[in-house]
C-alpha cells in the first residue's frame, strides 16, 4: 500500500509504503517499507487537501495556495495560483463564535467540476473556480464568488440526473450559518441560492436551538410517485456540532425530515462519511431512502463512531487507539478507510470489519491522505510470509510428527 | 532455612535462632561489601564492569517501545518552536483561579506568584468567560495563562494556556509540600533560576518540556544559584526548587528553598481548550510498564 500523507508540523508531504499488518508503535511488527517527506513547507504552508489526478495532484495549502505538483522522482511544482483566501473577511465572526482563538481562513473544499475545471471554497466564503488546461499544466483562475461566512463546509452533489450537463449544485454551512443550497451555471456566468433551510423549531424551554452544521452528504434525489416536479428535489444528511444528526428534503419544507440528538452531553461532531459499499467519487450516498446505510462521524476528543441512520450506535472504529482528535476520515476504494489527527499516526481500515490493517507514525498530526496503491501486501513481505510457514508435504515427514506428538505427552499442570 | 523448617515448638526459641541466622548473613553481607569495596579502590574499572554488568530491572528500564523516542524531526522543532512566538521578548503571565476559588487556591497562587518571573495575579471574576479573558491578555502581551483550579477547597490541578493560539495543557497536582515544612529550606530570592528538565523523552515528553521551557525566561540569573528542577519519572513530574551553594573547589551543596509538589499531565489541547491533542484515560494505568511522556 502506498500513502501520501500531509503533516501540519513541518508542513510535509511523506509518502508511506506499507503493507498490511504495518504497526510501528510495536518494536516486533510489520515496519512500513518506506516514510519519507517529499517535499516540507514549514507549518503555516501545510497542505490542508490533496486531490489526486492520476500522475498530479492538486494541493491545497494554507497560505492561500492551490498547486499543481507532479512527483514520481522527484516532487515538481508546475503550476501555482495564490491568494485564494482572505482572513479579513472573518474578523466580524470572532466576537460571535464560540471558538477561543481567532479565526483564520482555510480550504474547506476542493472538490472536481467537468472538463477540468475545480471548485474550490474557504471557511470565508470565497468560492472560485479553477481551470486545469491538462496540455500546459497551467491553472486559471476563472471566476471568483462570495457567499454568506463562515462555513465549515461545502459538498458538490454529483448524483443527480443533471450532473451530467446541467448546473452544478452544491451546498454550505457553518457556525451560526444555516444550511444553503446554491447553483453555479454550467458555463460558471452565475451563482445563485436556490434553497435555505428553517431552524427547528425551539425545544420545551421555548428557547431557540443553535445552529451550526459541520459536514452534510447528499442524497439521490426522492423517486417516488408524488414528487412535485415543478420545485427542487435533493435530499441530503447532515451532522451539526451541537451533537445532531439530520435529514433534510427539499420537498417536504425547509425545516429537517429527522432532527436527532446522538448525545446527551452535545459532544461536537466535525466530519462525516457513508460506510456504504457503493458512494459516490464525492462521497455522497447512491440511493434516495435515508434507510440501509452506516454513518461515520467524528468528535473533537478521540472516537470516530459509526451509526446507523436511526441513531444507534454500531461500532467504534480503532477503539481505545486512537489517542488524540481526529481530523481527517475517509472511505476510500477498495474498501479502505483513512484516518489521521492529532495522535499523529496514519491509520487504515477495512470499511466492512473496522479491522486496522495499518498504522505508521507520521511525525506530525495529519491534515489529509490519499492513496497511490492500494495493493494491500507487497511481493517482499508475502515471500518472508510464505517462508515461515513451510507446508508438510511430504507423508513421512507427517507421520514422523505424528510418532513424535505420541511420545511423551506433557501432563497438564495441576 | 525458614522458620517452619526448623520443627522447633517453643516460639521464642525458633525466633532467637532466625534472629541469628539473619544476623549472621548480614554481617556476611557487610564483610563481602567491605571486601568488594577494598578491592575496587585498587582497582576502578572492576567498579565500572559490575556497575555495568548488574544493572537493576526496573520499571523505567522495561518501559514499552516508544518509537518517538530518540527520534529528531524538523517538523517536531518546527511544531515546539510555537510556543516561543514572543519575538524573544521575554515571557509575561497571567495568574488566575477558577471560579468561586477559596483560601487555599489564593494561598497557592501567593506560592507560584514567588516562582514564576513576569507574573501578574488577576482575581477571577463571575461573568468572564474564558474568550473574554484570552482576548484581553492578548492585548497586554501576556504569552502565557495560569489557571489555579480548586475543587472542594484543595487545589487540584494547574492549566497552562499559551497565547494566542494555544496549546492548552492541564495537570493534576498532588503531594504538596509547603515551604515551612521543609526542615532546613533557605529563603528564596527574586533572581531568574536556572531550569532542568528531566527525563522528558517522547514526542508528547518534549511538548511538555518545552511549555516550562517557554514560560521561564531564557537568562537565568547565575548569581542567585537557584534551580527549578522538574523531574520526570513515570510520567509523575515532581517540581523542586534549590540553591547551589560551593562549599570548597569540589564540593557544591544544594539547598532546598521549597515548595515541593506533583504535576501529572491529564489532557493537551490545540488552541484554547479545543481539540484534544492527547488525554489520560484510567485504562492507561493498567499497563504498568507503559509510559506517555
Known amino acids: 500500500m502506498r500513502l501520501l500523507i500531509s503533516c ?5 508531504l511523506k509518502e508511506a509504503v506499507c ?45 492561500g495556495n492551490v498547486e499543481l505538483v507532479h512527483f514520481e522522482e522527484e516532487y515538481e511544482l508546475k503550476d ?45 466564503g470565497l468560492v472560485h473556480i479553477l481551470k486545469l488546461n491538462q496540455d500546459d499544466d497551467k491553472i486559471v483562475k476563472l471566476k471568483t464568488w462570495e457567499v454568506k461566512a463562515p462555513l465549515d463546509f461545502a459538498q458538490l452533489c454529483d448524483n443527480w440526473e443533471d450532473q451530467k450537463s446541467g448546473n452544478y449544485v452544491f451546498g454550505y454551512g457553518g457556525e451560526e450559518n444555516q444550511i444553503k443550497l446554491v447553483e453555479i451555471d454550467a458555463d460558471f456566468t452565475n451563482l445563485k441560492q436556490i434553497w435555505e433551510a428553517k431552524n427547528v423549531k425551539n425545544d420545551k424551554l421555548d428557547m431557540r436551538v443553535p445552529v451550526w452544521p459541520t459536514a452534510m452528504k447528499f442524497l439521490q434525489p426522492l423517486k417516488s410517485d408524488n414528487v412535485d416536479k415543478a420545485s ?9 456540532h451541537w451533537s ?22 452535545r459532544e461536537p461532531l466535525e466530519k462525516l462519511e457513508i460506510n456504504d459499499e457503493s458512494t459516490t467519487s464525492l462521497g455522497n450516498i447512491p440511493t434516495d431512502k435515508f434507510q440501509n446505510f452506516a454513518l461515520m462521524t467524528t468528535d473533537t476528543k ?33 474498501g479502505y478507510i483513512l484516518q489521521g489527527g492529532l495522535d499523529r499516526y ?69 | 532455612m525458614a522458620a517452619e523448617e526448623l520443627k522447633i515448638k517453643n516460639k521464642m526459641l525458633r525466633q532467637q535462632i532466625i534472629a541469628d541466622l539473619k544476623d549472621q548473613k548480614n554481617k556476611e553481607r557487610h564483610k563481602m561489601r567491605a571486601q568488594r569495596a577494598k578491592e575496587e579502590r585498587e582497582d576502578p574499572t572492576a567498579k565500572e564492569k559490575r556497575l555495568a554488568e548488574n544493572v537493576p530491572k526496573t520499571i523505567e528500564g522495561m518501559r514499552v517501545y516508544d518509537e518517538t523516542i530518540g527520534q529528531k524531526d524538523e517538523a517536531d522543532e518546527e511544531d515546539l518552536m510555537q510556543l516561543f512566538n514572543n519575538n524573544g521578548e521575554p515571557p509575561k503571565i497571567l495568574l488566575t483561579t477558577s471560579i468561586n476559588a477559596k483560601r487555599n487556591a489564593y494561598e497557592f497562587a501567593n506560592v507560584l506568584i514567588e516562582i514564576f518571573p513576569n507574573v501578574t495575579f488577576v482575581k477571577r471574576k463571575f461573568g468572564l468567560t474564558m474568550k473574554d479573558i484570552v482576548e484581553a491578555s492578548s492585548k497586554r502581551n501576556f504569552t502565557d495563562i495560569i489557571i489555579i483550579n480548586e475543587d472542594k477547597k484543595k487545589v487540584t490541578g494547574l492549566t497552562f494556556m499559551h497565547l494566542p493560539e494555544g496549546p492548552s495543557f492541564y495537570f493534576k497536582v498532588s503531594s504538596y509540600v509547603d515551604v515551612k515544612k521543609i526542615v532546613g529550606h533557605g529563603r528564596p530570592t527574586s533572581h531568574i533560576p536556572e531550569l532542568i528538565l528531566n527525563n522528558f523523552s517522547t514526542r508528547l515528553g518534549k511538548t511538555v518540556g518545552t511549555l516550562f521551557q517557554s514560560i521561564f525566561p531564557k537568562n537565568p540569573d547565575f548569581e542567585g544559584r537557584q534551580v527549578i528542577t522538574l523531574h520526570n519519572q513515570r510520567d509523575y513530574i515532581f517540581f523542586r526548587r534549590h540553591r547551589y551553594v560551593f562549599e570548597n573547589e569540589k564540593k557544591v551543596g544544594l539547598q532546598e528553598l521549597g515548595p515541593q509538589f506533583t504535576l501529572k499531565l491529564r489532557r493537551l489541547q490545540r488552541g484554547i481548550k479545543e481539540e484534544t491533542e492527547w488525554e489520560y484515560r484510567p485504562e492507561m494505568d493498567k499497563e504498568k510498564k507503559k509510559f506517555y511522556l
Open chain 1, 232 to 240: 427542487l428535489n435533493l435530499q441530503f444528511v447532515v451532522i451539526t
Open chain 1, 244 to 265: 445532531h444528526l439530520a435529514h433534510y428534503s427539499t420537498q417536504r419544507g425547509r425545516r429537517p425530515m429527522v432532527y436527532k440528538q446522538l448525545f446527551d452531553n
Open chain 1, 8 to 12: 501540519v508540523d513541518g508542513g510535509s
Open chain 1, 80 to 124: 501555482k495560483i495564490s491568494d485564494l483566501l482572505d482572513d479579513s473577511r472573518l474578523e466580524p465572526f470572532y466576537a460571535k463564535s464560540k471558538s477561543r482563538v481567532k479565526l483564520r481562513d482555510a480550504f474547506i473544499m476542493l472538490q472536481p467540476l467537468r472538463n477540468g475545471h475545480f471548485l474550490v471554497v474557504t471557511k470565508s
Open chain 1, 346 to 414: 496514519a491509520r487504515v481500515f477495512d470499511a466492512s470489519t473496522g479491522e486496522r490493517l495499518v498504522k505508521i507514525y507520521a511525525g506530525g498530526s495529519i491534515n489529509c491522505m490519499v492513496v497511490l496503491d492500494s495493493d494491500r501486501l507487497d511481493p517482499v513481505q508475502r515471500e518472508r510470509k510464505e517462508a515461515k510457514r513451510k507446508p508438510v508435504d511430504d507423508a513421512e515427514d507427517a507421520e514422523k510428527l505424528w510418532k513424535q506428538l505420541g511420545k511423551n505427552p506433557k501432563k497438564a499442570k495441576k
Open chain 1, 19 to 63: 503493507g498490511v499488518g504495518t504497526d510501528s508503535s510495536v518494536q516486533n511488527a510489520l515496519q512500513p517499507l518506506k516514510l519519507e517527506s517529499i517535499n516540507s513547507e514549514g507549518t503555516g504552508n501545510c497542505v490542508e487537501i490533496i486531490h489526486n489526478l492520476g500522475d498530479k495532484f492538486l494541493l491545497a495549502r494554507r497560505n
Open chain 1, 302 to 334: 478521540k472516537n470516530v463512531y459509526k451509526y446507523d441512520v436511526s441513531g444507534r450506535l454500531l461500532a467504534k472504529l480503532g477503539n481505545g487507539d486512537i489517542s488524540g482528535a481526529v481530523s481527517f476520515v475517509k472511505k476510500v476504494e477498495p
